[in-house]
C-alpha cells in the first residue's frame, strides 16, 4: 500500500485483491453437491445484500460454484444490474457469479459488500468488463483495479452508520416479501393457478366479448400529411403493476391517426414482447400525460366498465391464472417472447358480477397500497445511504 499526496489524510490506494480474494470451488456435478440451495443470479436482488430465494441443485446441470456462509456473490455478468449479496449458508451459485471472500487488514471485511455497492465500484466494474451483449467482468482484471480507501478507525464509524440503515431496510423488505405473499394468496384464492378454470366456478368468456383490444402505433416515417409530436408509451414504460415514466419518448404521427391511438383513462396497458415472465403486465393507465399515444408493442385493452372493471382484468393478468396462459401461448425465441391480439382476444375471463368485483377490490388494492408505501420508504433509505456511501468512497487522485 502506497499513501501518495493529496489524498485525505490516513487514506491508501489498495489494489481490490488486498481487499477480497477469488474463491474458486468448482462443482461439476451439482445434484452431487452435499448442499441443499443452489443461487443463480436470478436469485439475487440488486441493491440488496440478502439472498431471499433460490433453487435446488437438483435444478441445474453445468458446472456452479461453492460458497460458504459469508462469502459475497457477485453477478459478474451484466454487472450493470448491480447484483451483490452475502451468503448466509452454504450452497452453490451459477458461475455466471464471482465468490470472493474479504480479507481482513486493510478493509474490514463487514464493509466490503457495502463499498461493492457503491457506484464507484461498479463504474469501474463495468469500465472492465468486456463483450457487448453480456459484459462480463473476469478475476484478473478486478483484482488490478486500485481504490482509495479510509484508514480502518473511519471504516469503523462507516459500518455503524452502514449497519443501521441497512437492518432498517431489511426489515421493510421482509415486510414487503410478507405482503407480496399475500397479494398472491389473493390472486390465488380469487383466480386460481390452472387456466381455463375458476375455483369459485365462475362461466369463463373471451376478452374480445368484453373488451376492445387496441393495437398500437408503429414507429415509421409520416406521410405528407401534417404531423405533431406528442408523448408515447413504450413497453419499457410499462411494469407489473405500475408505470415507469421517469423517460417518455416522442414520437411523430399524422393529426388524423392521433385519436386512434391515444389512450383513455381506464385502458389496461398489456405488453405484447419481452422476457417471458413479463408478457401481459396488467396496468391500468389513469391519465398520468394528458394526450399520450402507445407504441404498437403495448396493447390498450378497453374494457365495458359495466360488464369488467378494469382494475380487475389487470389483477387477473399479473395472477398465476394470467401469466401461466400467456406464457402458454407465447411464441418464443432465443430470448425473447411474444404474444399477439387475437391471443389476447381469446383470453378467458371469469363473469364475476361488477359488484362483486370492485368489493373485492377494495381489498386487494389495500395490499398494494400498503406494498407501494413500504416500497417508497425503502427507496427513500436507499437513497440516503447511497449518499452516505458516495461521500466516503469518492474517487479521489
Not at 10 to 21: C, H, L, S
Not at 195 to 223: F, H
Not at 225 to 254: C, H, Q, R
Not at 257 to 266: K, N
Amino acid at each position: 500500500m502506497l499513501e501518495r499526496p493529496g489524498f485525505p489524510a490516513g487514506w491508501t490506494r489498495v489494489r481490490f485483491d488486498e481487499i477480497a480474494t477469488q474463491i474458486n470451488d468448482r462443482v461439476d456435478n451439482p445434484a452431487e453437491a452435499g448442499v441443499e440451495r443452489y443461487v443463480g443470479l436470478e436469485h439475487v436482488d440488486p441493491d440488496s445484500l440478502r439472498i431471499r430465494r433460490w433453487g435446488e441443485p437438483t435444478d441445474v446441470e453445468s458446472t456452479k460454484l461453492r460458497f460458504q456462509p459469508g462469502d459475497i456473490i457477485f453477478g459478474k455478468r451484466r454487472v450493470y444490474q448491480r447484483k451483490v449479496a452475502v451468503a448466509d449458508f452454504e450452497g452453490i451459485c451459477s458461475a455466471h457469479a464471482m465468490v470472493l471472500r474479504a480479507k481482513p487488514g486493510v478493509m474490514l471485511p463487514d464493509l466490503l459488500p457495502f463499498f461493492m455497492q457503491s457506484d464507484l465500484f461498479m463504474e469501474r466494474a463495468l469500465s472492465i468488463s468486456v463483450g457487448s451483449l453480456s459484459p462480463t467482468i473476469n478475476w484478473k482484471a478486478l483484482a488490478a483495479e486500485e481504490f482509495l480507501l479510509p484508514p480502518v478507525q473511519e471504516q469503523a464509524r462507516l459500518m455503524e452508520a452502514f449497519t443501521a440503515s441497512h437492518s432498517a431496510i431489511e426489515a421493510l423488505l421482509d415486510a414487503r416479501a410478507k405482503l407480496d405473499q399475500l397479494e398472491t394468496a389473493s390472486l390465488l384464492a380469487k383466480f386460481g393457478e390452472k387456466y381455463g378454470s375458476n375455483p369459485e366456478g365462475y362461466e369463463l368468456r373471451p376478452l374480445a366479448l368484453i373488451a376492445e383490444i387496441r393495437t398500437g402505433l408503429a414507429k415509421g416515417k409520416p406521410s405528407g400529411a401534417a404531423t405533431i409530436n406528442l408523448p408515447y408509451l413504450s413497453v419499457a414504460n410499462v411494469k407489473d403493476g405500475f408505470l415507469d415514466l421517469s423517460e417518455v419518448k416522442e414520437i411523430t404521427v399524422e393529426h388524423n391517426r392521433v385519436q386512434r391511438y391515444s389512450l383513455q383513462s381506464g385502458d389496461v396497458l398489456m405488453t405484447e414482447g419481452g422476457d417471458l415472465d413479463k408478457l401481459g403486465r396488467g396496468t391500468v393507465w389513469q391519465a398520468e400525460i394528458p394526450l399520450c399515444l402507445h407504441q404498437n408493442h403495448v396493447f390498450a385493452v378497453r374494457t365495458d366498465i359495466g360488464i369488467l372493471d378494469p382494475w380487475f382484468l389487470a389483477a387477473i393478468a399479473r395472477s398465476v391464472y394470467g401469466k401461466s396462459y400467456f406464457r402458454k401461448c407465447a411464441k418464443r425465441s432465443s430470448n425473447l417472447a411474444s404474444i399477439n391480439k387475437a391471443q389476447v382476444s381469446a383470453f378467458l375471463v371469469p363473469a364475476v358480477p361488477v359488484i362483486e368485483q370492485r368489493n373485492w377490490l377494495q381489498a386487494y388494492q389495500e395490499i398494494r397500497r400498503q406494498g407501494d408505501r413500504l416500497s417508497k420508504r425503502i427507496a427513500e433509505l436507499r437513497a440516503v445511504m447511497k449518499r452516505i456511501v458516495e461521500a466516503e468512497f469518492a474517487d479521489v487522485v
